[in-house]
């Protein structure tokens, strides 16, 4: 059987799910492609699963369906429909986002994170929500493997005991080379424009730098990931 | 005097040039914000500005006209025409993109690349065009301080001589710590989803890798930025 009306409960559950709030409310978050939907399977994330062919398991949706449900150009052949599973587990390198907005950034730090074992993201006010499409495409998978705290970065880093704590500076603070105590640290990355904000950095005594040429500075994705690079195990 | 006219031939010109040809037919590509109108001034590149104010030596255009020529959701203030500038100035540390598609992705590169000494790029085949808007912005003003080369990468690297070349993989290769030869180098980075090209890899005998966790990968801008981290001088 194949569901060929957009007015279908399932349908019009996926399509709201698009939204933000949506997610929050329902708990569930979609993924496109073949690759995530074998992933969050693996996982135990799957709810269900839907495709444009006949594939035992799925449930089949006409192309005209599959791309309302889809936010990509290449329209997938599969989606996935994920359990939203957080959980408060803190590793011991852990990365601290303060308002990163740009969804290609934040994919991107998760794949660096995963890759370099900061397992932990703490995501603080103003950040882009990570179930976002985009966040997903980009993260590559990596977002299944990372554990996720929302919380109020100020109560949230007053409360962090045993862990060496760095905000992160164009100029000022240490070379991220010196840094030599590597056990338990958490690494604060701050927005695309404006860096840090302020009572964040009032908070945290220490901050990290890239060495740069001139008054060059570096995406922000890029600066976690080399400072992720450095600082891994 | 104001141009309220989107008829008006200054402004047909503007809006032409959101398109990749016109740009390279025209030679001129727009930039978006007085932080990069300056800059375009200051590197004699700037042709005219145009601005919603009265500023001296501005042309001014309504609100309405400024909003059709930007590509921002903020519409900025002021936008610059400026001149390509092209040369074929070779750098002692060059970046080679094979087939580097998102703009965010190659702005970021712009941005390490200057701030670790790669000063000329070199783009293959596939590449997207770095007079995109979405280039320009997420390059920070990078864009106006590096040499860029359009190539066919097989006879470029064939007839590059002195330089050691090194192709990027995801696991094979030469841990990019153990490069002690920096001089002159040249390193060359593939496409989103495919990596290096076949015919590019049959000719560079050398591979450099940055070692991860698991099967983990990152995204291009992030891998180029460590490894232009790396090798910097």
């Keep these: 059987m194949e569901i060929t009306s957009l007015d279908n409960p399932k349908i019009k559950l996926l399509l709201k799910l698009n939204q933000s709030k949506y997610r929050k409310k329902e708990g569930l978050f979609i993924v496109e492609g ?99 499409d985009k966040v997903i495409r980009s993260s590559q998978g990596a977002i299944f493997k990372l554990s996720f705290i929302h919380a109020n970065l100020v109560e949230f880093i007053s409360n962090l005991k045993d862990y060496d704590i760095y905000g992160t500076d164009v100029v000022n603070g240490i070379d991220v080379n010196e840094i030599k105590e590597k056990n338990k640290i958490a690494i604060i990355l701050g927005n695309e424009g404006n860096g840090v904000s302020q009572k964040v950095k009032e908070l945290v005594k220490k901050n990290i730098y890239i060495p740069l040429n001139n008054t060059e500075s570096l995406n922000v994705s890029v600066a976690g990931g080399i400072i992720m690079y450095v600082l891994k195990d």
């Design 34 to 132: 073949a690759h995530l939907v074998k992933e969050a399977k693996n996982l135990n994330l799957l709810v269900e699963a839907y495709s444009v062919n006949d594939i035992d398991g799925y449930i089949k949706v006409t192309k005209e369906i599959m791309k309302k449900i889809s936010n990509t150009d290449t329209i997938p052949t599969e989606v996935g429909l994920c359990k939203i599973l957080e959980n408060n587990k803190l590793s011991n390198k852990i990365l601290i986002l303060d308002a990163v907005q740009d969804p290609g950034n934040l994919g991107a730090l998760m794949r660096s994170a995963k890759a370099f074992g900061f397992e932990t993201i703490v995501l603080g006010e103003g950040c882009c929500d990570i179930y976002n």
